[in-house]
């Protein structure tokens, strides 16, 4: 089968949106040092080979970071920094702990170790590098360390001791500190208290102050910030202000503001933009609690990106549109400083981290957005107004001798004219604009990595009063007043095949397939491959395809097939002299079910935690055991069994289970239920459903949960978890006791 569509208006180039004005403000509105915003998570679990590699120490000295953080986020509440006399490297005494405190010889040093839980029980891990290298490596990158002390299973004693030994002993010269990571929070070792009660602003403003009082006593010079809060919201800010503000130097935040389900790039960065109301209560509640001070406490945003959630769109483009566009949020609404979350990807799809190792370390969009601010923009901020131009975003800065326009543009197909006003100046004839769109960068979707990552190019260009953005990218231009020289080398071109069609290997039937087709610039012949900057697409075979033609002149056009059947698809791509051809095997995938726990084995090797006791049955069924899980109150997290290998992640499409209770199961709510969730690395929860525990005693329900959507399935690879959560429909969380039974968990596979 085989269909051509024209879309009118994207022949062989994209649209070109006309009549948009920027009007900008030569006088500064803000001068701050830029590189303050500038800097980076380094974690005590990265791989040292990793850290150290010859490419990651070019570019992070590159973009001249001032700040960067240490140990590691969550890891920081459960991190014992000093292992002397407590652990080897091989094996931890556990004789040196005594009432749940670890009883560190501080006399001198050794590495440390990692916690797991707050009654302070080992970690199976206990990370790859420690304190001292930390160290080292961020004087070595000419940064000044942020240091997070373990508040979730630590000490002020710990903390002091980390203190002594950093700036006393080694010399190091750490300045700021930070009191706790995210104490607010479910997730964060340390937010239950021993007594079982959850922590609360007044609490952790209590322990805010010990742990200041214990560490200013060693060395009074220490800037020492909180709540290191998880979101924007100011409770825990609030309490910390009044109850412990005289020992607050600096107010730390932690910031994703971007929802889950947003998908849409317009939607995404538009997330971007959230600072204002935020910055002015935090500024308010300084001046109630602070006035005396308020001009010497800082706003530190010491982890941020675009969302929690670890996916494609933390990965691609994208990501680096949105890193450039929330800088310039940070410099508008006054941020300090800031540390971006994280140094290095960890996880399969997408990730956080600003470099990936793809055999070699590949820098991510992320870093490239950085490196926009780093390289190219100045210290003095312009106020701007942006008309006529939709899913277009501007920053204006200036120095001695040039203004930076930065200029984004997430419209798809859309390349903007604008119309510069930058009245009263006399400009060099000749401007610079540096680029960041998928010439230089592309994330290639199958593979979950970057397939190119080059420095973002650089043009002289003819300054006519006219500013041209290429559609889905982020561009600066560099004006020179009158006389100015440039600062930089120019860069065009890398070398690699010219011109391809990517589409996965393998698609199921039931779901929109996506397909790119890619142009690299070659040295040889960079621009005879085209004829008009395009390429003429036909399908063979079992699909539909969405356009006729698709433009290359930015090196990505992207297309959809729409399955109408199983077999193989061809998609066959023209442009001037060459032909390439890809083709993908579309699979109706017959569905089976795995069942992969059947609870006849130890509980050991379950892979099960919870917040109750789980205990193996084998009275429930005749000559067969089951999974119980002893309920006791309201505790959210019921069961979590771990995916193990061998599972073909891929193929998941549903859980299935069989539920029963016991038969002195109680509860005050009859509507209580038990919610099955997908935990996966690239959408992190896929609630797949729920249902009420009314089963008459000593009953069963076999319950299939498929995913509420196909295109979920594009994401099971990163699958690690099944969720099991107590759960009220009628929101009333009524104590519950008795048993929940679990029995014949596993997978529906297509």
Known sequence: MMKRRVITGMMLGAIITNGATLRVNPEPVREMDRFRLLGSNV????????????????????????????PGGSWSDRYVWNGNGVYDGNKIDMSKRVKGLWQVD?????????????????????????????????????????????????TPEMAAEWVRWANVKMGFGVKYWEIGNELEGFWEVGHIQADGTQMTGELYAQKFVEFAKAMKAVDPTLKIGGPVTANLRAEFLEATLRDAGDWLDFISIHTYPV?????KPEEIIRQAFVLEKPIQRYRSLIERYQSARSDEIEIAITEWNSKVQEDRTTGDLLSGLWNAAFIGEMFRR???????????????????????????????AQYWGLYLWSKHMGNQLLETELLGAENVYAFATRDAERFYVMLINVNRDERVEVDLELPQLKLSDVGRRVTLSHREYFWDPYTHQPKWSRKPSEQDFAMGGRLEVPPYSARVFELPLEGARFRSELTEGFGDEPFEIMLPEQASVDAPIEGWVLLRDDPQDPRGVLQGDGAELLVSGPAHIDVQNVSLKEAAGRFFLTPTGAGT??????????????????????????????????????????????????????NQRVAAVEIDGFKKEMAVFTIPEGVQKKRIAGV???????????????????????????????????????????GWKHVEFALPDATFRQVMSGAYAVYFELYSTGGKSAPVTGKIYLDNLGFILK
């Open 656 to 698: 299935v289970v069989e539920l029963g209770r016991s038969a002195d199961f109680q509860c005050q709510d009859q509507e209580v239920a038990v919610r099955v969730v997908l935990q996966s690395l690239s959408n992190h929860w896929i609630d797949l459903g729920s249902v009420i525990i009314d089963e008459e005693v000593d």
């Open 106 to 154: 501080y006399s001198d040093y050794q590495p440390g170790f990692c916690l797991e839980d707050s009654q302070g029980n080992p970690y199976h891990w206990h990370g790859d590098l420690d304190v001292a290298v930390l160290h080292d490596f961020v004087k070595d990158k000419g940064a000044e360390e942020i240091v997070t002390v373990n508040v979730g299973t630590g």
């Open 569 to 622: 698809v061809t998609v066959e791509a023209r442009a001037g002299n060459r032909v390439v051809k890809q083709a993908v095997e579309i699979e109706k995938f017959q569905e089976r079910t795995e069942m992969v726990w059947q609870f006849e084995d130890r509980i050991s090797d379950w892979g099960v935690r919870s917040d109750y006791t789980v205990t193996a049955e084998d009275t429930v069924k005749p």
């Open 259 to 263: 929802e889950g389900h947003l998908e």
């Open 43 to 70: 974690g005590v679990f990265y791989k040292p080979r990793e850290v150290f590699d010859a490419d990651v120490q070019f570019y992070l000295r590159d973009l001249n970071p001032t700040y960067l953080r240490i």
């Open 334 to 364: 006054q941020v300090d400083f800031a540390t971006h979350w994280d140094l290095l990807t960890e996880t399969e799809e997408g990730g956080h981290g600003l470099f990936q190792f793809v055999g070699r370390c590949m820098p991510k």
